[in-house]
């Protein structure tokens, strides 16, 4: 069974950054893919980046490419979320996933964590 616990949400301004950490515990008998979705408040869960098992492949979403940066460390079970210059619409809970098929859709993944509140204030 995977868990997943994301960490590092915060109240932060405009232009500033924040990263965010994924762990993962458990066990899987298949390497897992990682990555980050989001959803702003009254809107629906979108995607924002995702990284294959050996971090050689990554994709982040058009919308916030060039500020934030997926990355992860197989050695401690652990994805980050390094998002740079936010601005208020990056306002959201973000959650973390893990999932067999490195996709860009929710339903591409099979474990999600509680998720973790990122608000921007302008």
């Known amino acids: 069974q995977v868990q997943l616990v994301e960490s590092g949400g915060a109240q932060v301004q405009a232009g500033e950054s924040l990263i965010l950490s994924c762990a993962r515990s458990?066990?899987?008998?298949?390497?897992?893919?990682m990555a980050w979705f989001r959803q702003p408040p009254g809107k629906e869960r979108e995607f924002v980046a995702r990284?294959?098992?050996?971090?050689?492949?990554?994709y982040v979403a058009d919308s916030v490419r060039g500020r934030f940066t997926i990355s992860r460390d197989n050695t401690k079970n652990t994805s980050q979320l390094q998002m740079n210059d936010l601005k208020p619409e990056d306002t959201a809970v973000y959650h973390c996933?893990?999932?067999?098929?490195?996709?860009?859709?929710?339903?591409?993944?099979?474990?999600w964590g509680q998720g973790t509140q990122v608000t921007v204030s302008s």
């Open positions: 458990g066990v899987s008998s298949t390497p897992l893919g």
């Open positions: 996933a893990a999932g067999t098929i490195y996709g860009i859709r929710a339903s591409d993944y099979e474990y």
């Open positions: 990284i294959s098992w050996s971090g050689e492949t990554s």
